[in-house]
T-cell receptor
Framework: GAGVSQSPSNKVTEKGKDVELRCDPI?????LYWYRQSLGQGLEFLIY????????KSGLPSDRFSAERTGGSVSTLTIQRTQQEDSAVYLC?????????????FGQGTRLTVV | EDKVVQSPLSLVVHEGDTVTLNCSYE??????LLWYKQEKKAPTFLFML????IEKKSGRLSSILDKKELFSILNITATQTGDSAVYLC?????????????FGKGTKLTVNP
């Protein structure tokens, strides 16, 4: 596609429910990132996929968070048993990683509100 | 632990002023330094720097990287109200063709008319 697409753009959920956030990266981009941004805060790294390599999950805050990337393209971030502190904007980015350099392009994000 | 620190955290200026935003980094297997502008949700790409001492320019914005001192600056000249945004700096870290971005907390720039 022309850009990184995320859905839904907004999600309100009740505490304890599971949610799935979707990211469609730019076609051909091998790297995909998920970040979380709480109000007034910087971008918090969650998880990074690169090609067929094992994902870097070092940023996932708890075992309630998981992510998949199917067929090297679309990614889904799942949050189980949501808590109020999960409320944030979840941003996805993709890049075409060339040796030593990359430019990551962001989607518009999903604003998650847990009530 | 990889770390990117930006300063100042916030800055208020008047239209026409020149501003300098700072970014220092400590990242393993450093590859590149990236600057983004975030106005609402999605950060938009500004610059990517990989070589020391080579200035990149785009209109009134310019940036340079110092790989010896591990920092970068973003300059904006003749600021306009439309420059008001959060400016994010990120260090690209990785090896073997892979790269992960570590972001700073950003500098919030407010340009008043």
């Amino acid at each position: 596609g022309a850009g990184v697409s995320q859905s839904p753009s907004n999600k309100v959920t009740e505490k304890g429910k599971d949610v799935e956030l979707r990211c469609d990266p730019i076609s051909g981009h091998t790297a995909l990132y998920w970040y979380r941004q709480s109000l007034g805060q910087g971008l918090e790294f969650l998880i990074y996929f690169q090609g067929n390599s094992a994902p870097d999950k070092s940023g996932l805050p708890s075992d309630r968070f998981s992510a998949e990337r199917t067929g090297g393209s679309v990614s889904t971030l799942t949050i189980q048993r949501t808590q109020q502190e999960d409320s944030a904007v979840y941003l996805c980015a993709s890049s075409l990683v060339r040796q030593g350099t990359s430019e990551a392009f962001f989607g518009q994000g999903t604003r998650l509100t847990v009530v | 632990e990889d770390k990117v620190v930006q300063s100042p955290l916030s800055l208020v200026v008047h239209e026409g002023d020149t501003v300098t935003l700072n970014c220092s980094y400590e990242v393993t297997n450093f590859r590149s330094l990236l600057w983004y502008k975030q106005e609402k949700k999605a950060p938009t790409f500004l610059f990517m720097l990989t070589s020391s001492g080579i200035e990149k320019k785009s209109g009134r914005l310019s940036s340079i990287l110092d790989k010896k001192e591990l920092f970068s600056i973003l300059n904006i000249t003749a600021t306009q109200t439309g420059d008001s945004a959060v400016y994010l700096c990120a260090g690209g870290t990785g090896y073997g063709g892979s790269e992960k971005l570590v972001f700073g907390k950003g500098t919030k720039l407010t340009v008043n008319p």
